[in-house]
Nanobody, 124 residues
Framework: QAQLVESGGGLVQAGDSLRLSCVAS????????MGWFRQAPGKERESVAA????????YYADSVKGRFAMSRDGAKNTVYLQMNSLKVEDTAIYYC?????????????????WGQGTQVTVSS
């Protein structure tokens, strides 16, 4: 199993940007697909973005398309989520997830490895 550690969350104002990072260690041998999910208070966890094993395919939820960008650095075993034009409704705990797969995994039940989450709070 892999260990995933997120960082980069914080309190920002609407319109600001944040970049989340997720470092993977342990059993992360190629292929390793990764994703970002979020869960707001009182709501179910939802998929935000996903990236396939080599970074040439990405997926974004409609709610973040055009504002968020996911990327990965294989040499550092790290994925990033660049979040621009943040909105109050982006407030949530953001989780990084991973699974050994060549695919682009958009559902949380596809993933076996999860980080502890990082809080993102966007104020108006």
């Amino acid at each position: 199993q892999a260990q995933l550690v997120e960082s980069g969350g914080g309190l920002v104002q609407a319109g600001d940007s944040l970049r989340l990072s997720c470092v993977a260690s342990g059993r992360t041998t190629t292929p390793y697909a990764m994703g970002w999910f979020r869960q707001a208070p009182g709501k179910e966890r939802e998929s935000v973005a996903a990236i396939n094993w080599n970074g040439d395919r990405t997926y974004y939820a409609d709610s973040v398309k055009g504002r968020f960008a996911m990327s990965r650095d294989g040499a550092k075993n790290t994925v990033y989520l660049q979040m621009n034009s943040l909105k109050v409704e982006d407030t949530a705990i953001y989780y990084c997830a991973g699974y050994q797969s060549y695919g682009l995994l958009t559902r949380d039940d596809y993933y076996g490895d999860w980080g502890q989450g990082t809080q993102v709070t966007v104020s108006s």
